[in-house]
T-cell receptor, first 114, second 113 residues
Framework: DTEVTQTPKHLVMGMTNKKSLKCEQHMGHRAMYWYKQKAKKPPELMFVYSYEKLSINESVPSRFSPECPNSSLLNLHLHALQPEDSALYLC?????????????FGPGTRLTVT | LAKTTQPISMDSYEGQEVNITCSHNNIATNDYITWYQQFPSQGPRFIIQGYKTKVTNEVASLFIPADRKSSTLSLPRVSLSDTAVYYCLVGDSYEGRNTPLVFGKGTRLSVIA
């Protein structure tokens, strides 16, 4: 199984809501990532988890809170988002966190903040 | 991190070979070159990776000159389904090192019938 799954596919939330995005992989990968992608732009790295520990936070605002409950699961908790946070949120995993490991991406969650 | 530069966009007719060149002048000794493909509203997909000379798989070829300051992704006989954004990335090979890949602007390839 070489699939990364993400739920939900689409999410609409108000600026005062709290919601969570979920990502799952069963490839035994020890690195997991969150990316944000705006229309016609490249994916921007947000967070990296390596062996279930947060190893990189690319200066992401605290209204985004990642969580890695176990080696297969990655969550992104959202609170008090702004309309400019509307984007495609991509999860990825790789065997390890070195830059040469192939990353497997999920289909993304399309987030709209109203 | 090595920065990459690619053409913003390219057009090609079906059946032609397409070559997309990526410049990475400050590539480090331990860096690998990786290419990803992304269709609209989907996550990127790994295409090919190399360190030097030439690598070929069932989808593409990757040519890397001796100085490794550039690389060329070659897609043979493209079809309409190859219309996508292609990203060139450079990342190092140390096991467990926390220097993940950084996506550059990518090349938007449009294949015309």
């Amino acid at each position: 199984d070489t699939e990364v799954t993400q739920t939900p596919k689409h999410l609409v939330m108000g600026m005062t809501n709290k919601k969570s995005l979920k990502c799952e992989q069963h490839m035994g990968h020890r690195a997991m990532y969150w990316y944000k992608q705006k229309a016609k732009k490249p994916p921007e790295l947000m967070f990296v988890y390596s062996y279930e520990k947060l190893s990189i936070n690319e200066s992401v605002p605290s209204r985004f809170s990642p969580e890695c409950p176990n080696s297969s699961l990655l969550n992104l908790h959202l609170h008090a988002l702004q309309p400019e946070d509307s984007a495609l949120y991509l999860c990825a995993s790789s065997q390890d966190s070195g830059g040469w490991y192939e990353q497997y991406f999920g289909p993304g969650t399309r987030l709209t903040v109203t | 991190l090595a920065k990459t530069t690619q053409p913003i966009s390219m057009d090609s007719y079906e059946g032609q070979e397409v070559n997309i060149t990526c410049s990475h002048n400050n590539i480090a000794t331990n860096d690998y070159i990786t290419w990803y493909q992304q269709f609209p509203s989907q996550g990127p997909r790994f295409i090919i990776q190399g360190y030097k000379t030439k690598v070929t798989n069932e989808v593409a070829s990757l040519f890397i000159p001796a100085d490794r300051k550039s690389s060329t992704l070659s897609l043979p006989r493209v079809s309409l389904s190859d219309t996508a954004v292609y990203y060139c990335l450079v990342g190092d090979s140390y096991e467990g090192r926390n220097t993940p890949l950084v996506f550059g602007k990518g090349t938007r390839l449009s294949v015309i019938a």
